[in-house]
């Protein structure tokens, strides 16, 4: 069963600063999505990873895919307040029907 | 806005009560998807439809259900509700059901159920 963990769960951060969100999963998979969610809203789509060594960037948000590693990350750079949110890696199932399986979600909160 | 639309918003019901929530997907997507979030359990996929049929099903319960149409539009149908049924329900969706196209999901902006 594919299982997806995040860490860290939650996060405080100074605007500024620099981190790492870590995305790992359990079974082989080179699909890979992040999202983000402000509270009580929708999942918004930020990074669609597929293959191995994917990286892609926006703004002050990266993301990287290590497919043997099973490890996806999402840096921040330079956090500004308007990147607080909850941000969500999601690995498509391969086996069988390819439903997505999420993380537990890194709740980032970003302060002045 | 990611085209996906849900109806209701929100939803405040009593303990044994059914409920129906809407979807409709966004043009040209064949796949739908249910979620259910909840603060203990996160979110949790609950079942696929591509085409008007059942594609995969994940944690949904017996006491509920879903059906895709032939307009595309999906339900999801919620009976003998429980206080821990209260969530926020969302709906994807997809162009593919999946194999060689990756399967981007874009969620629509949920509906939130409160059981009382």
């Known amino acids: 069963e594919l299982k997806v963990e995040q860490n860290p769960l939650f996060l405080s951060m100074q605007e500024g600063k620099n981190y790492t969100i870590y995305c790992n999963y359990s079974?082989?998979?080179?699909?890979l999505y992040w999202y983000r969610q402000d509270p009580g809203k929708s999942l918004e789509s930020l990074f669609v990873?597929?293959?191995?060594?994917a990286v892609k960037q926006e703004g002050r948000l990266m993301a990287s895919l290590d497919t043997k590693a099973r490890l996806s990350t999402l840096h921040i750079t330079a956090a500004v307040h308007d990147l607080s949110a909850t941000y969500f890696c999601?690995?498509?199932?391969?086996?069988?029907?390819?439903?997505?399986?999420f993380g537990q979600g890194t709740r980032l909160t970003i302060n002045p | 806005d990611s085209g996906v639309t849900q109806t209701p918003k929100h939803l405040i019901t009593a303990t044994g009560q059914r409920v129906t929530l809407r979807c409709s997907p966004r043009?040209?997507?064949?796949?739908v998807y249910w979620y259910q979030q909840s603060l203990d359990q996160g979110l949790q996929f609950l079942i696929q439809y591509y085409n008007g049929e059942e594609r995969a099903k994940g944690n949904i319960l017996e006491r509920f259900s879903a059906q895709q149409f032939p307009d595309l539009h999906s339900e999801l149908n919620l009976s003998s509700l429980e206080l821990g049924d209260s969530a926020l329900y969302f709906c994807a969706s997809s162009v593919a059901a999946g194999s060689s196209s990756y399967n981007e999901q874009f969620f629509g902006p949920g509906t939130r159920l409160t059981v009382l």
């Open positions: 990873l597929l293959s191995n060594g």
């Open positions: 079974t082989t998979s080179d699909r």
């Open positions: 043009s040209g997507d064949l796949s």
């Open positions: 999601a690995v498509e199932n391969l086996q069988g029907a390819q439903k997505l399986v």
